[in-house]
């Protein structure tokens, strides 16, 4: 099973910018697409961002879209998540996750989860 490394997390002041990094341990014909996901204190995790290995366009949660960016180095095993104009509400813990599915949105659809990076923005 792959493992997932987070990185990249801290304190930022909103309208900040901050870019996480997940590493993976392997690269598989069983992972297409890499996301990320956040957990707010007392809410559920959430869908923010997805991509795949193989290319074609990345897809976003309407909260994030427009300011954040998701990328990939396929040489490095690493997939990145560019946070622009932070807002205090992005404050969570940020899960890095892989999918066999080139489509997937749900926490469902992924099999391997990182341990989390927190990230949190002041008022």
């Known amino acids: 099973q792959v493992q997932l490394v987070e990185s990249g997390g801290g304190l930022v002041q909103a309208g900040g910018s901050l870019r996480l990094s997940c590493v993976a341990s392997?690269?598989?014909?069983?992972?297409?697409?890499m996301g990320w996901f956040r957990q707010a204190p007392g809410k559920e995790r959430e869908f923010v961002a997805r991509i795949t290995w193989s290319g074609g366009r990345p897809y976003y949660a309407d909260s994030v879209k427009g300011r954040f960016t998701i990328s990939r180095d396929n040489a490095k095993n690493t997939v990145y998540l560019q946070m622009n104009s932070l807002k205090p509400e992005d404050t969570a813990v940020y899960y890095c996750a892989a999918s066999p599915f080139s489509w997937a949105r749900e926490r469902s659809d992924f099999r391997s989860w990182g341990q989390g990076t927190q990230v949190t923005v002041s008022s």
């Open positions: 392997i690269r598989t014909f069983s992972i297409d697409a």
